[in-house]
């Protein structure tokens, strides 16, 4: 693996080095603190991490402490690895990241305000949180899901009463604004959709972190209690679909691509909200506003629903 460097911006930092095969411990110990560091391991026993003070200076005082062990250690300033592009590095802290929020994101939904010591297993788990996102570099595309999981422990709600057959009557919900959080994904994209098709037509749509600013508007897909978002498994549209009693067969089957997409489960095994909500990041990205964002990604998942036989 050819390692260039030049006289320009170093973004990445690598530590390489070899102990003495007797020194097992030291190894072990050596292992934990580059996985509690956040590394990113090479092929060729190198540990990577983007160029910052505070990744120098933990690379440097363990590199001293691996000569400290009889071993070899240097910290390298690297501009470019050949075979693995800047945004290739980026994409792969990202999927380590991944089972750290994954498992994060299970605890979390696993607890209820009945199980003891709630509050101390709610304060852990958010101090776990601070310690991924720590070392979370590039934002991994689950640290928003953990976000929203870490909000619905923090301020649990009761739960709602069970909607009667057939729905609640859609006469309640007519010319309203719904309001949801600012760069819609694909839960709250195809929500919108559902609501200005099946549930009411002359829907307007705003966006706010905040349902209080106005509060005239109906939320769907916030983190704050309220409105219509994720109840137990299911995500906002499955909950709108139960809410309103939507038995359409098509919906039916685009609130599995949603549930798939949004919750990264892999329940339904379906992959067309994966492969929408990969288009939506990448407009989100070009910096689409986003009412833009929205209409674009109602449109998708209209012509999803004539898609379906």
């Not at 009412?291 to 449109?299: F, T």
Request: proline share 6%; hydrophobic share 40%.
């Amino acid at each position: 693996m050819n390692i260039t460097l030049h006289g320009e911006p170093v973004p990445w930092l690598l530590l390489i080095f070899s102990l003495p095969s007797k020194r097992t411990s030291e190894r072990v110990g050596i292992w934990r603190k580059l996985q509690k560091y956040g590394t990113l391991a090479l092929r060729n026993s190198g540990y990577v991490l983007p160029n910052t003070p505070a990744a120098q200076e933990q690379l440097e005082w363990l590199a001293t402490a691996i000569r400290g062990f009889k071993g070899e250690a240097s910290v390298l300033q690297v501009v470019a690895i050949d075979d693995l592009p800047s945004d290739a590095l980026k994409e792969q802290f990202r999927e380590d990241r991944k089972p750290d929020y994954t498992a994060l994101i299970r605890e979390l939904q696993q607890l209820k305000p009945s199980t003891k010591g709630f509050s101390t297993q709610v304060a852990r788990l958010k101090r776990r949180f601070e310690e991924i996102v720590e070392i979370d570099f590039f934002e991994c595309p689950l640290r928003a899901k953990a976000e929203e999981a870490l909000y619905k422990a923090e301020h649990p709600v009761p739960t709602r009463e069970r909607v009667r057959k057939g729905g609640v009557p859609k006469t309640e919900y007519q010319n309203r604004a719904w309001i949801t959080r600012p760069r819609p994904g694909i839960d709250r994209v195809s929500s919108a959709w559902l609501i200005k098709r099946f549930i009411d037509s002359k829907a307007s749509f705003l966006f706010d972190h905040s349902p209080t600013v106005h509060p005239e508007a109906l939320p769907f897909d916030m983190y704050q209690a309220g409105g219509f978002g994720h109840e137990g498994e299911k995500c906002t549209f499955e909950t709108l679909c139960a809410h309103f009693g939507l038995a359409d067969k098509k919906v039916r089957l685009i609130g599995q691509a949603i549930h798939d997409a949004d919750l990264d489960d892999e329940k339904f095994g379906r992959t067309e909200g994966v492969i929408i909500n990969q288009i939506l990041k990448g407009w989100a990205k070009q910096g689409i506003p986003d009412d833009e964002l929205l209409r674009r990604g109602m449109d998708l998942i209209e012509g999803l629903y004539h898609s379906i036989a």
